[in-house]
């Protein structure tokens, strides 16, 4: 296995550049950890694996892998280990949690024509055995497979492809750019058992230590990108959201219309994680001080956005327009950081600037956003 130490935010992104759209990504903040399903660690739940499974099954009315992937992202112990198309969101894994700050992480880098479909012969048999909480090889009923050859599949662990039909179907995992490793069983004379290998070495092509001295440098540069715990696990609280941040105007266009001005603007926001009481208030000083000089029959619209990925997307954080009977209203983009993950994360070839030794712009006629 490749074993390769990068030394800046900087180097890590150069070097990951190329792996992109090949590999999948895991981050973890202690390279003493082993890649271990939640499950496993936690036997006194395996017992009770099938029935929790089933539960999210009837509650989200989604398949049996498609409901541990959201288990997982929620903190529900399953066999899945997190995995990441997003070579910065593996990064930010490797960084997050100050408990290990004094530890080496590390971002296993794994090779994805090794992945199988999540509706392939191997998921299914998986997702068979585990809602029908199966004990025996022939209580699986497959008149196409020999007992051998059933054996064989569930013993292995595997890399599950990413596919929007399963990585969208909970909203950490669009943010987190996921999918998983889905571990498999023990088998004995056609006996199944829960607990199967926990080694994934094989599946691994190169780890990526970064070193703790680094972890710092390495989450101010992520964090100015929107890489920050709160949106990537969902936990918006308004007193965690800052206040501090300042709005640049990077666009203005200034029309008369003969009876009014309209003018469209655009403002760049320097905090993604902002206090949106905050925001609101400086967007009526904009509006005032615009008013005070273009008379109050201006027609005024404007985008606020956080970088040049947003513009790329048309991804505004929210804009104002103008209503015949208000000044103007504002529109707060729905699931906003949820498109602007889902967006960076699934650039197929480059990334727009993102700041690097002074911020390069780097060409984006390549990339290719969904919507």
């Known amino acids: 296995m490749k074993i390769t130490i990068i ?31 939640s499950l496993f660690r936690n036997k006194d739940l395996i017992p009770s694996e099938t029935k929790t499974i089933k539960k999210e099954m009837e509650s989200s009315k989604m398949n049996a892998i498609s409901s541990m992937l959201k288990l997982q992202h929620y903190e529900c112990p399953t066999r899945i280990c997190d995995l990441t198309i ?12 100050e408990s290990n700050d004094n530890m080496d992480g590390v971002v296993y880098v794994l090779n994805k024509t090794d992945a199988v479909s999540f509706e392939g012969l ?52 669009i943010l987190q750019g996921g999918t998983g490793i889905i571990f498999g069983f023990n088998c004995n004379n056609g006996i199944i058992s829960p607990v199967g290998r926990k080694g994934v070495d094989l599946l691994i092509n190169e780890k990526i230590i970064i070193p703790h ?19 990537m696990y969902q936990v918006f609280e308004n007193s965690k959201a800052s206040s501090n941040f300042v709005l ?10 003969y009876e009014f001005n309209k003018i469209v603007a655009e403002y760049q926001i320097s905090n993604i994680y902002f206090d949106r009481d905050e925001l609101v208030k400086q967007i009526n000083n904009i509006y005032s001080k615009f008013f005070s000089r273009y008379g109050l029959n201006a027609r ?12 790329v997307e048309g991804n505004y954080i929210c ?23 889902r967006y960076i994360n699934e650039q197929e070839d480059k990334i727009c600037d993102i700041n690097l030794n002074g911020g390069k712009e780097i060409d984006c006629t390549n990339l290719i956003a969904t919507d």
């Open 319 to 341: 804009r104002t327009v103008w209503t015949e009977y208000n000044l103007y209203t504002l529109r707060w983009t729905k699931d906003y950081y949820l498109k602007r993950f």
């Open 248 to 257: 640049k105007q990077t666009k203005f266009k200034v029309s008369d219309r």
């Open 300 to 311: 005024i619209y404007l985008y606020i956005y956080f970088d040049e990925n947003d513009l």
């Open 122 to 173: 191997e998921i299914n048999l998986f997702s068979k055995v585990i809602t029908d909480n199966c004990i025996n090889i022939k209580d699986l009923g497959n008149e196409y497979l020999s007992v051998e050859k059933i054996e064989e599949i569930l013993l292995q662990n595997y890399i599950i492809q990413y596919d929007y039909r399963f990585s969208y179907t909970n909203q950490r995992a």
């Open 213 to 231: 001295e680094i972890k710092n440098e390495i989450r101010t540069k992520l964090r100015n990108l929107g890489f920050i715990h709160d949106v």
């Open 86 to 97: 997003s070579p910065l969101s593996a990064l930010f894994f490797s960084t997050d949690g």
């Open 7 to 37: 030394n800046s935010f900087e180097e890590y992104v150069t070097y990951t550049e190329n792996y992109k759209n090949r590999y999948y990504f895991r981050g973890q903040s202690n390279i003493e950890w082993d890649i271990t399903p």
